[in-house]
Structure formats: C-alpha cells, structure tokens
C-alpha cells in the first residue's frame, strides 16, 4: 500500500484526545439517594460492567472514526504512484482494424467492441491528456496527437481495412508519435484479437504498453493463397492446367465447397472439394484461352461468415508470339531454328552480325550467340543495354572463337568468362533439376539417361559465385551449360561449340528443352498476382517513344496515378497503399492497356489462429507490458485502477462516517 500524503500520519496523534476524554469525563462520581440500599451491591455490580463495556465499544468507535479521518487525508492507494501520475499523460490508442476483427463476438463484431473499448480508455483519463489513434492504414489523419472529443470521433470513423500490421511495427509507429509529444506518462494500448502471425515481441521503454485481446470465434475459413500454371507459356486454344492451394484455417471441417475458375468473366472450370478443419489441398483445372492479349482470371467460392477473401485474382498474358534471335557469322547448321520453327508461339529469326539492327534488340525475347568468332564493341554495348531491360542471352563460342572479345562483354554485365581452350575428355555428371529451365523436362532424372560427351572445351570461370547456376555439371571442373543472373536478365553460357568435333551436346534429348525454357523463363514476367501492402513496385515494359505519357491504374471504379519511373526499356509504378481493394487493374497510358494486374488482400490475415493468454504473456514479458483482463465490463475503472492505483481515501471516509454513526447510536439509544 502507498500513500500520497505520508506526512499526514502525524494526525494519528489526535488518537489520543478520545483516550483522555475517555479516563477522565467517564470517572466523574455523581451522587445518587435511594430510598432503599437492601440491593444496592447488585445494582452496582450488575451496571458496573454494563457501562464499562458500553464505555470500551464508544472509545472503539471514536477511534476507529478519527483514524479512518486522518487516512482520508493520507489518501492511501494500491498501486502506482498517484503523485508520479498527476503529470500530462500522453495516451497511443491501437485498434485492429484488419479482416479478421469482423468475426462476431457474443453477437457483435469483435471491432464494434474494439471500438467501445477504446472509448472508455479516453474516459479514465483527463481532459487534458493528449490522444492518438493508430490503425492498420497509413492513414496520417490518425497519427497525430488530438483532444479526447477528437479522438472519439476518429474511433467511430474505423472501418475495416485490408492491411495488415505487426504488433512491432505498431510499437515503433506509437515511438514515433511519443517522441514529438512532452508527457510525464507515455502509455500504449493495443487492442486486437492477436492473430498469432502478429505476435512480433518488442522492448521499448520509453512508453507503458498494454494489450487487451478482443478475438470473435471463428469456425471456419477457406481461402486460397496461392495460385500457378504448370506451363509457363500459355498458347490460344491450348490446355493450361492451373494449379490452387486452399486451406481450411478453421476449427470445423469444410464439406462441399464449389470453386469456379473464371477467365474474362467466362467460367472455364468448376470442381466440389472438401477440407478438413486446420488442413488445406491442392486442386487443379483444366483452362483455356480463345484469343491473345491480356487475360483477367479469377477463382471464386461462397464461404459465411468471414467472405474478404472468397475471390482470388490472377492475371496472364497471352502473346501472339514471342521471337527469338540467332547472331551468327556464317550460315550455320539448324540445330538452334529446328527447336522453334515447329513451335507457333515462337518467331525465330538469324541474322549476320553485319546486317544487326542494334535498335531493334529490345523486341526478343531471347538473342543467341551462335558461334561468333568475336563480340564487337557495339554489339556489346547493345547487349548490355538489352539485359538491362530484361533481355536473355544464350552464348555458343566459335570452333575459333576470340575469347577476349567474349569476355569483354562478359565482364562488361559482371557475368562468368570463357577460359582458353583445351583439349580434353570429359562427360556431363549431373543436371540440375532445380533450374526452371528444366521444369516439367524430368520428373526424375532417368537411370539410363546419355549424358554429353566433350574433347574440347572452353571452360566456364565465375567471377562472381553469387549469380552463378550450373546447369549442366561435368567431371572436368567446370560446367558443361552455367546460368548467371545478369541485371534484369539471364545469360549463359555454353563451354562448346555445336559442332561433333567438340562435343555431341546437340545431338542429345536435353539440349532442344533446355534452349527452349531459356526464351521462355524470364526474369521481368509480370506474375500472376500481387499482394496488397508487401507488393507495392511494379515493373512494365515500356512500349511508348513519349516520355511524358501518364501511366494510371485502374479498375473501372477507382483510378490512381502511381509514381512512376522510366529505367531503360522499363517502367517502373509504385502503389504503395493507394489500392482501397482487391481485384483486377488496368495499367492505362494514353488509352491504350499496357498490362493487367491482379491484387489480392493479405491471406495472412485469412490464418485464423489467436494466441491465448499463455502465449500473450510469453510475447510481451517486460516489465514496461501489461495484459489486460479482456472480461472486465467497463474497461475505464480498470484502466483508472492501474493509472492511478487503487484508491482508498473514499472508502476510509464512509469507514469514519459508519463509526461516528455507531458512537451516536451507542450513546442515544443504549441506555
């Protein structure tokens, strides 16, 4: 127990004065005459311990009144010290705001509550404490500090917002908004249902923080949250299986759930599934497209109560074709234009390196080196400008390559280099499945596969290990095909000739797919779909000569102008967390749709599992963090409790009241 005046005890010394009335008024004799004394010894006996025991029980009374008189002054409390918390107080409110809190709990959304709660935190403090508010959005008209009336109408404003936050990145948000506000008392309160993927520990004493979790009861949850082709490429009229991961994050199992796959509006695929509860499956549709262009995807289902993110967008291109480009010296065998020429959505193109147009690099997909004796400096110069804009490059050396100029450029992109050339046997060891340019070649490698043979080579040196991929390993020490990662784009680089002097490379099953996935798998493709609030940076082809055509996002309802940026044959939009929803969106300039987007809302927040108040306290273990007792009714009692202690100094004055009462009662009516 604490006291706000502990001088005032020395009023305890008035305990004396009913002490001295009491051993000298109630010992004055008085004089009595009775008529008859025959009785007189039991009378006086008899009245002799009536009276001391009525005397003893007023003496206890005026006592205990004086001394419940003089705590009231003392004002003792249990608690914090009430002195220390007399000062300003600056008070950081956080309300969940996210999907999550829409869950009902007792019949009420557990954000309708969040909202009541943060109410009667202002109400236990004073008009002249400071407030503010923090939500999940980057709203800055809540981070700033306000007056109660203020706030409160702020907290009615809340609605619920796709975004979500950490309960760390909370903290250094509430840090911030501390350190621009002079307060004696800093104090934070979260309030959140603390989805154990927000559970982000934090140690700042600078501030007194307290969580108190509202959390609705949540049966069940389907979602999707992630979605691919197994075939990179998408071809008109040609099956593309699409391949969906749904989870049941609930506690109840999920029966006959009917996901449709839209494209364009057009149901393409419907399949009836059932997850268990806390489980998830993979399912897969068979889709197809009837014309190319930008394809707007969508898979869809019912699930109540928790519906934000019932739909699943995705979005793709289909090109009419994509064209890859043979540099070559002489007129050279049809390995390479064999690979392509069987396939539509592939153009294949040679050209000599004398005849290159150097601005037209920009429109393949893929360039191959095939077999130049050397690399000129303005080819060089235009090779490296087209892996800047996202450009791969597939280098075969000459029998009688320049190796200088080879590595000029190669150094020149910070790529591998080419080593002189030997003389020596060797075969192939091991392929690396684990590169996309494999994807669906092998399943497994097979036992009897032939692996290529060499007796000459020019070998294969990383200057960088970092951006290095071997592709096809040897047992000479250095890679037979290596990939590096180059800019925005991919070269690689291949140790030998096509000629059967050197090696029987193209002769075997895994050169045609190899070439082919390296024009396929590039590294500036725009995904299938975005995340709202991680993915904030897109990137896009820059396919207008106008620097100062406008780029806009849009969806038909809502329209934004992102910051953009033009980098070489790129542009690059930043959203940040201008998107008020999920969905399709157009990327527009002058009209003319360059690239469709899809945006998703966070499935973080679709993981329905709370911490329970075990887990709650392991997290926030300082000393500075407080949990807060969620079953309390009016939480702004509770709140003064702790800001203040527990106050006494009332109930020791209705203590005092109660005994002065009792003395009266003795002294009127015991006779």
Not at 69 to 98: E, M, R, W
Request: charged share 20%; net charge neutral.
């Amino acid at each position: 127990m604490n006291f706000v005046f502990p001088w005032f005890f020395i009023a305890l010394l008035s305990l004396a004065i009913p002490v001295i009335i009491h051993l000298f008024y109630f010992r004055r004799f008085k004089k009595v005459y009775f008529s008859d004394i025959r009785f007189l010894k039991q009378v006086q006996e008899e009245k002799s311990t009536i009276e001391k025991i009525k005397k003893r029980l007023i003496l206890a009374a005026r006592l205990l009144a004086l001394f419940f008189l003089v705590l009231a002054f003392i004002q003792p409390f249990i608690g914090n010290n009430s002195a220390k918390n007399k000062g300003t107080s600056a008070v950081c409110v956080y309300v969940d705001n996210s999907y999550s809190m829409g869950l009902k709990a007792g019949g009420e959304a557990a954000l309708a509550i969040a909202k009541t709660k943060a109410k009667e935190i202002a109400k236990a403090f004073t008009d002249n404490s400071k407030f503010a508010l923090l939500t999940n959005d980057a709203d800055g008209t809540y981070q700033r500090w306000m007056q109660p009336q203020d706030f409160l109408d702020a907290v009615d404003k809340i609605e619920l917002s796709p975004n979500v936050k950490t309960a760390k990145e909370i903290s250094e948000k509430a840090a911030v908004l501390f350190q621009t506000v002079g307060a004696i008392n800093k104090r934070a309160f979260f309030i959140s249902d603390f989805q154990k993927n927000m559970l982000a520990p934090f140690s700042d004493t600078t501030y007194t923080s307290y969580f108190l979790q509202i959390k609705g009861d949540p049966e069940k949850n389907i979602y999707i949250d992630s979605c691919w082709f197994e075939q990179p490429i998408f071809t008109v009229n040609a099956t593309n299986k699409l391949i969906a991961r749904i989870r049941n994050s609930g506690t109840t199992n999920a029966d006959k759930i009917r996901i449709s796959v839209k494209i364009n509006d057009a149901v393409k695929a419907i399949d009836d599934v059932s997850i268990p509860a806390d489980g998830n499956l993979t399912d897969t549709f068979n889709v197809s497209v009837s014309q190319p262009g930008w394809q707007y995807g969508e898979i869809s289902f019912n699930d109540y109560p928790i519906t934000f993110d019932d739909k699943f967008y995705f979005s793709f291109n289909v090109a009419i074709q994509e064209k890859v480009l043979s540099i070559e010296d002489v007129e050279t065998p049809n390995n390479i234009a064999a690979i392509f020429n069987n396939d539509t959505h592939f153009s294949f193109e040679k050209t000599n390196k004398g005849q290159l147009d150097y601005s037209s690099l920009k429109k393949y997909s893929l360039i191959i080196l095939n077999q130049l004796t050397e690399i000129s400096s303005g080819l060089n110069a235009s090779l490296k400008e087209y892996l800047d804009n996202g450009g791969n490059i597939y280098s075969i050396p000459a029998s009688n390559a320049n190796i200088n100029s080879y590595n000029t450029f190669l150094l020149n992109v910070n790529a591998g280099t080419y080593g002189a050339l030997q003389t020596k046997q060797g075969e192939g060891t091991t392929i690396n499945l684990n590169e996309e340019v494999f994807k669906g070649v092998f399943n497994q490698i097979p036992k009897n596969i032939e692996q290529p043979k060499f007796t000459k080579f020019y070998p294969i040196q990383a200057n960088n290990q970092a951006n290095e991929r071997e592709l096809l390993a040897t047992n000479s020490g250095t890679p037979l095909v290596a990939k590096f990662d180059v800019g925005k784009g991919y070269v690689y680089l291949q140790a030998v000739p096509l000629l059967n002097s050197f090696s029987d490379l193209a002769a075997k099953a895994i050169f045609a797919p190899m070439i082919y996935n390296t024009a396929v798998y590039k590294k500036n493709n725009i995904p299938l779909f975005y995340t709202i609030g991680k993915d904030n940076l897109l990137e896009v082809k820059n396919e207008m000569d106008n620097s100062e055509m406008v780029y806009k996002l849009t969806n038909g309802k809502y329209e934004f102008i992102p910051e953009n940026r033009t980098i070489g044959n790129t542009i690059l939009l930043r959203v940040n967390n201008i998107l008020p929803t999920d969905g399709l969106y157009n990327i527009v300039n002058n009209a003319k749709i360059q690239a469709v987007v899809a945006f998703n809302f966070d499935r973080t927040e679709s993981n329905l599992q709370f911490a329970d108040n075990s887990l709650l306290a392991k997290t926030f273990n300082q000393k500075n963090q407080i949990i807060l007792d969620n079953t309390q009714s009016n939480l702004s009692v509770a709140v003064k409790h702790i800001k203040d202690g527990i106050v006494l100094w009332k109930l020791c004055v209705i203590l005092s009241l109660i005994f002065l009462l009792i003395e009266v009662v003795l002294i009127r009516f015991w006779k």
